[in-house]
Antibody
């Protein structure tokens, strides 16, 4: 069955970097667009970054553009989010999520359990 | 970016009630709208896609409607398991923005 497992979260200081990973299984990873979506404590959902199945196209929220980089290792079935110049407002649970349909715009039908990133001095 | 506005932000209801949540988009999104349910400490769960299509395994008491800029999620007869927070999301254009959420509470 489809599984997504995030890792790499933790407590870091402002201005530092962190790399999140999402290991996937149960589907053809290279076919699917993927996203990182975050949720600050007690707040709503924020769509952060997107990458196409072939990893040729990416999109970012304005709040992270220039600081975060999404990447996809189709050989290792792993999605990454490199987060640089972290700010306190980046504190959130980060979820990786898979598009429901191959090759077209679609919502996320499979989600990981989330990994908590806390940015604090 | 397309802004999504949900109402109400909080809704108090009883088991057996029929409830409706509204989601408005700041610009035309055709039917490219999804609804999610989220419980505390858990990842969101997809309920409805393309405005009115029920995700596999989701009970038929959930339904969605609308197109263009106005959408609704209806739960026909609330069950204890339905008390949660609900989010709409547009996927007409990147970024795929979410509404701010509607918390459904037990009255």
């Amino acid at each position: 069955q489809v599984q997504l497992v995030e890792s790499g979260g933790g407590l870091v200081k402002p201005g530092t970097s962190l790399r999140l990973s999402c290991a996937v299984s149960g589907f053809s990873f290279s076919d699917y667009h993927m996203a990182w979506i975050r949720q600050a404590p007690g707040k709503g959902l924020e769509w952060v970054a997107y990458i196409s199945g072939s990893a040729t196209t990416t999109y970012y929220a304005d709040s992270v553009k220039g600081r975060f980089t999404i990447s996809k290792d189709n050989a290792k079935n792993t999605l990454h989010l490199q987060m640089n110049s972290l700010k306190a407002e980046d504190t959130a649970v980060y979820y990786c999520a898979r598009d429901k349909f191959v090759g077209s715009s679609s919502p996320s039908d499979s989600w990981g359990q989330g990994t908590l990133v806390t940015v604090s001095s | 970016d397309i802004q999504m506005t949900q109402s109400p932000s909080t809704l108090s209801a009883s088991v057996g009630d029929r409830v409706t949540i509204t989601c408005r988009a700041s610009q035309y999104i055709n039917k490219w709208l999804a609804w999610y349910q989220q419980k505390p400490g858990k990842a969101p769960k997809l309920l409805i896609y393309k405005a009115s299509n029920l995700e596999s395994g989701v009970p038929s008491r959930f339904s969605g409607s609308g197109s263009g800029t106005e959408f609704t999620l209806t739960i026909s007869s609330l069950q204890p398991d339905d008390f949660a927070t609900y989010y709409c999301q547009q996927y007409n254009s990147y970024l795929y923005t979410f509404g701010q959420g509607t918390k459904l509470e037990i009255k």
